[in-house]
């Protein structure tokens, strides 16, 4: 079996950035099982991300979702549905790339922030193939999911499906990638746990 680390739905461990190199534990065969499983917050985009394929999820978007459905808790995954995997069939459209570079929804810096240093999460996830939108290299500094969560030895996951199917509440994620000497990544099916009613 061959495929490169950051193939598919996906895992980023911090030494897949600059700002993770160095941090003790920060490859997939060192980081602490526990740390893999987390509540779900999903933040649900898919509306504006349907109006604007460059939509920047931020810090006030966060703070009026908080006050409709719960504070965010440490230690957990927050997810951003997109619903950009349902593009998934059509390799072109999942892309979205034109002359001036792809285009696709993410966090912007201040949101990242936020939740890094004020509500300490475990990760971040999305439905398209980075974390950060397809335009943050326009961001300062360029691409911050990668720069923040990573500097502060946090994960990424990227390709996700289903989240359409999760409250925004509730679930627990099982998110383990391949234990990979040094990885800085992994291919992994994230499983979503949900109380039956």
């Not at 779900?40 to 931020?58: E, G, H, N, R």
């Amino acid at each position: 079996f061959s495929c490169g680390e950051h193939t598919g739905t996906h895992f980023d461990a911090p030494i897949h950035w600059v700002s993770g190199k160095d941090l003790p534990q920060n490859a997939t065969d060192s980081i602490a099982p526990e740390r893999f499983i987390g509540p779900a917050f999903v933040i649900d985009c898919s509306k504006q991300a349907a109006a604007d394929p460059d939509f920047l999820l931020t810090k006030p978007f966060l703070l009026d979702w908080e006050k409709r459905h719960a504070r965010i808790a440490a230690r957990s995954w927050v997810l951003m549905r997109t619903d950009w995997s349902k593009k998934s069939g059509d390799a072109v459209a999942y892309q979205n790339y034109d002359e001036t570079g792809q285009h696709t929804p993410g966090p912007d810096t201040d949101a990242v922030r936020f939740l890094v240093e004020e509500r300490d999460i475990l990760g971040f996830g999305t439905e398209s193939i980075g974390t950060d939108a397809g335009q943050a290299y326009h961001l300062r500094p360029p691409y911050p999911c990668h720069y923040y969560m990573h500097g502060a030895g946090r994960y990424g996951l990227q390709c996700l499906r289903n989240l359409d199917q999760l409250p925004p509440t509730g679930a627990l994620v099982v998110a383990a990638p391949l234990k990979i000497r040094n990885g800085s990544g992994s291919p992994l099916r994230v499983l979503a746990l949900v109380e039956s009613r």
